[in-house]
């Protein structure tokens, strides 16, 4: 999944796993390159989106209220089972370890599958420890007017089942933790309406996430390369992490942006989903923490209650279509009904 490892602040228990106890502060990540590098606006101004996320509540509200016959039910398209086999896709590369052969099989099919949709290609090249890594980013065509909000997920998976009692030493599978996130981005790309849109969407496929406290490598490492690098400002930043799971809660992140969650997770209500659980429960370490150092408001969509995390048991039978289509049909009506 992301880099995965969470702390119950509330408890101020133990790190899971004891995996980041190189975490001193939360939100002061270890990055490979100076923040020089950043030409940004670093304090993105909360009053402003919360201005914007109490006009947008309105509008989602004032949506719903509307009789039937002015916004068409069919105006939601996503699809849980296409979301589903575009994880079985990822599943037949195997492991996506960074670096691997499975990797860049995996970078070229997302590629291939966001151009025949329609989406600009940005590939962000970049190398961590000797190994060549990359970052790929969408942009939708043909949208103007606004900030980006950009949607991430990552694609690789852990390459140590380190939470596995009797397999640690193999490879993560990443059925959830990988291939549920990278699917509902694709899926989005597909029926995102963009005469809806009013403002620009990018879509993110982060490399070397979930690399952590292995041979040396830090957590988030696509994630802060690409914030470090960033040159242009973000409205808002969403990750989408370990979404698959069966038996779907959704609590909120604790860092994440406390209008940005609650304009997300009041989409999901009026949609009639019991996913998304709005209460607050874990800290996680993920990709959404290296845009919220920056100042952009970000939001971490991730169900961390899940017992197959980082074992070979991480597979395709444990993730559900239905799953995937609540968070998938969340953001495609949050997306479609800003402005």
Known sequence: MMGGSAIDASAQAPMLNDQRQYWPNLLKIHK???????????HTSQCTWKYKKAMRS????LLFALPSCSTPSQEVQFDGQRALLFVESQMEFGPRIPGSEASRQTAGWVIEQLEAKGWEIEIQHFSNLGTQLINIIAKSNGVSGGK???????YDTRPFADRDTINPE????????????VAVLIELADVLDRDRLRQPVWLVFFDAEDSGNIDGWDWIVGSSFFADNL????????????VGDRDLQIFIEKNSDPSLVQEIWNTADQLGYQAFVNTPKYSI???HLPFLQIGVPAVDIID???????TISDTVDKVSADSLEQVGRTLEHWLENQG
Do not use: K, R
């Open 32 to 42: 490979n390159n100076a923040h020089s590098h950043i030409d940004m606006n670093q």
């Open 58 to 61: 309105l509008c989602v509200t």
């Open 148 to 154: 980006p909000i950009l949607l991430g997920a990552h």
């Open 170 to 181: 193999s490879p993560v599978p990443g059925a959830n933790d990988g291939a549920s996130g």
């Open 231 to 242: 040159t242009q400002d973000l409205e808002a930043v969403v990750i989408v992490d370990m």
């Open 285 to 287: 370490i993920d990709d």
């Open 304 to 310: 961390f209650d899940y017992p197959y995390w980082h």
